[in-house]
Every structure is written in structure tokens, then in C-alpha cells.
């Protein structure tokens, strides 16, 4: 049953990716023509006002691009879901647990040269007490159970170049602002720094960013904490917006002997698909947690929903 649970979060990955395979030859690096890559390709054929009107829409290898890019010119809201999974000789045991999360980010053009990215993550936890939660960093002391966690809210803004180069760089604050009490222990306020870096060629993008917040203050019966987080992207794009990347989420708690490093290796796959001419992104994603914490799950499963908005 253990082995069953260990490899069954990559079985629906290998799937989709013979999908991939199946569905794309290569991958068109020069430019077509507007007609050809607009968000209606696969419609019927239409007269030429709607022609015109409909390649000013995006098409779906274009959004599948920037919203990989971390530093694109792109509003969209993403739901993200995560299943954690604990399995035996965990102290925690055979347990499972989830976050569900909204994540927008909103882009505000400063001038001609400069932009910010603004970027919020409002999460939601159910985790088994005892437990380090990913993404969270903290340890429930509640009784035996499950303890459901709103928060700590994060939020970041990152100035980088307006001209869209192969290699882009970006910085700006992060703020960590706690909703409650975790197992009857309060959260303290946070406040850091964050970091953007972005390497993009033809269907092929790779980025990294990294943030850290300190505790600031005490709140009640709060711990200091120095929270540190740094997301790896790699993806390259297909026709017909599909995608396949990886997007660990490496973290670590340096207040901690050792660090509590918590280190994810997987692959994911992403299709940008239009439903009543709005875009939405898919994706599905497993990650195995190689290096942790007797107290952090081993697997983390994850699936998210992203709503495109109009520029």
C-alpha cells in the first residue's frame, strides 16, 4: 500500500506527458501569422472584421510562456491545491493532509523602464498536529488531530525591467502578515526581502525566485522565525499550450538546528485552454520531498487552476 501511494502521485504525469508527445511535433520558434496564432485557431472559420478582432487575442502558447515567467506582464488568479502525504516511519504516520490557496498576481507599469509585480498568497491549511506543514514552516501543538490553519497571508512587490530581455532581473519587500493562532500558538508578523531571476529562449524559460522573512516583533505567544523559501522553474512550451516544467518549493527554517531544509523533486505538465473565450491554465504536479524533517510529509501532490485576466 506505502509503495502504491509513493509512486502513484507520478503515474497520471507519465500519462499526459505521452500526451505531449503524442499531440506536438516541434515547436514553431519563428513568427507566424497573427491569423495563425490567434486564441480562435481551432473554431470555425470567420469573416475578416472577426479575424482582425480575434488575433488581438493571445494564443494559447503565448499565455502558456508568460505564465511560466515569473516577471510577465500578465494578471491572472491562480487556485492552487496541494495534498501533503505522510507515511510510516513518520512520527506523524500514515497521514495526509492539504492547503488550498488563491495566489493573483496583479503587474503595475511604473513608467516606460520599470514594472512591478505584485504578487499575494492567502492561503488555507488542514494538517495533522505534530506536523511541519510546506510553504508554512511551522509546528501545530494542538492535542492529537488536525488543526486548520488561515494564513500567514504573504505578500511581495518586485520592480524589473519593462523591455522584455532573455535575462531579467527583479527585487522588491515581502511582507508576512499572520490571520491567527496555529495549535494555540500565535504567529508573529514577518518582513524580508525577495528576488526574481529570469532566463527566457524561444519555448524554453528557466527562474528562480527567493524570499526571506524575519520575525518582527512578538505577538503573544509567538516564536521568532526566519522563514526562507526559493522556487526553482524550469518549462519548456508545446504546441497547443501545453507545458511541462518542474516548480519545487525548497524551504527552509534557519531559527532551526540544521536548518529543517525541506528539499522537492518532480515534474509537472500545463495546458492553456479557453472556456467561453476566457483563458485558463491547468496543471498537475508531484513532487517527492527527498530531502526533509521526520516531521515534514514526504510527498506533495499539486493542482491548480488559473484564471487569465485582459490586460
Known amino acids: 500500500m506505502v ?3 509513493k509512486w502513484c502521485g507520478l503515474f497520471y504525469i507519465a500519462c499526459i506527458t505521452n500526451i505531449i508527445y503524442a499531440d506536438n511535433v516541434k515547436y514553431k520558434l519563428s513568427a507566424v501569422e497573427p491569423q495563425a496564432n490567434t486564441a480562435f485557431n481551432n473554431q470555425n472559420s470567420v469573416s475578416d472584421n472577426s479575424d482582425s478582432s480575434s488575433s488581438k487575442k493571445q494564443s494559447e502558447i503565448e499565455l502558456s510562456e508568460k505564465l511560466v515567467d515569473p516577471l510577465a506582464k500578465l494578471m491572472f488568479i491562480p487556485l492552487s491545491a496541494q495534498n501533503f502525504i505522510w507515511t510510516n516511519p513518520s512520527p506523524v504516520g500514515n497521514k495526509s493532509g492539504f492547503e488550498v490557496s488563491l495566489r493573483p498576481t496583479v503587474p503595475v507599469q511604473l513608467n516606460e523602464d520599470f514594472i512591478v509585480i505584485n504578487h499575494a498568497v492567502l492561503p488555507y491549511f488542514n494538517v495533522p498536529n505534530g506536523a511541519v506543514s510546506p510553504d508554512f514552516g511551522s509546528t501545530a501543538l494542538a492535542p492529537p488531530g488536525y488543526s486548520n490553519i488561515f494564513g ?26 499572520p490571520f491567527g493562532t496555529v495549535g494555540g500558538v500565535d504567529q508573529n508578523y514577518g518582513l524580508g526581502v525577495a528576488g526574481i531571476v529570469r532566463y527566457a529562449n524561444g519555448p524554453f524559460l528557466m527562474s528562480t525566485s527567493v524570499q526571506n522573512a524575519w520575525s518582527v516583533g512578538q505577538n503573544g505567544n ?7 523559501m526559493v522556487i526553482p522553474n524550469i ?3 508545446f504546441e497547443g499550450g501545453w507545458a511541462l516544467f518542474t516548480m519545487p518549493y525548497i524551504t527552509a527554517d534557519f531559527t532551526q538546528q540544521g536548518g529543517d531544509w525541506m528539499i522537492p523533486v518532480g515534474l509537472g505538465v500545463s495546458k492553456v485552454s479557453y472556456i467561453n473565450k476566457v483563458p485558463f491554465q491547468f496543471s498537475m504536479s508531484s513532487y517527492e520531498n527527498v530531502v526533509r524533517t521526520p516531521l515534514q510529509p514526504e ?10 485576466l485582459p490586460e
Open 3 to 5: 509503495k502504491f501511494r
Open 152 to 177: 500567514p497571508a504573504q505578500f511581495m512587490s518586485i520592480i524589473a525591467l519593462n523591455k522584455s530581455y532573455g535575462l531579467n532581473i527583479g527585487v522588491g519587500p515581502y511582507v508576512n502578515i
Open 222 to 228: 509567538a516564536t521568532a522565525f526566519s522563514q526562507f
Open 235 to 237: 518549462a519548456y512550451n
Open 299 to 308: 510527498w506533495t501532490l499539486r493542482a491548480t487552476i488559473t484564471m487569465i
